[in-house]
């Protein structure tokens, strides 16, 4: 069982940044890890994901924008958000997948709004 804990999130204006990180209980160096997003009644959709060789992928709504990035020395994993937008509004999830293991942490709120 590994365990997740986000941080980062809080509220800002349009065009905005933040930084959010995601610590794992265990070792995350053999995992891919990855942000999910969830906005109030719509579904929960990806947002980066990063493998343990370190290649990314991005939805088409973070290209250019966010960064995901990976610490295995710190077992954390992050989300730089920048030129944040209203419609960046979510819950935010990191997720950990390793062979049949997948773990998602409890979420941390993204408020983007004047």
């Known amino acids: 069982q590994v365990q997740l804990v986000e941080s980062g999130g809080g509220l800002v204006q349009p065009g905005g940044s933040l930084r959010l990180s995601c610590a794992a209980s265990g070792s995350i160096s053999t995992a891919s890890m990855g942000w999910y997003r969830q906005a109030p009644g719509k579904e929960r959709e990806l947002v980066a994901t990063i493998t343990a060789y370190r290649n990314t992928a991005y939805a088409d709504s973070a290209k250019g924008r966010f960064t995901i990035s990976r610490d295995n020395a710190k077992n954390t994993v992050y989300l730089q958000m920048n030129s944040l937008k209203p419609e960046d509004t979510a819950v935010y999830y990191c997720?950990?997948?390793?062979?049949?293991?997948?773990?998602w942490g409890q979420g941390t709120q993204v408020t983007v709004s004047s």
């Open positions: 997720y950990y997948r390793r062979n049949s293991a997948n773990y």
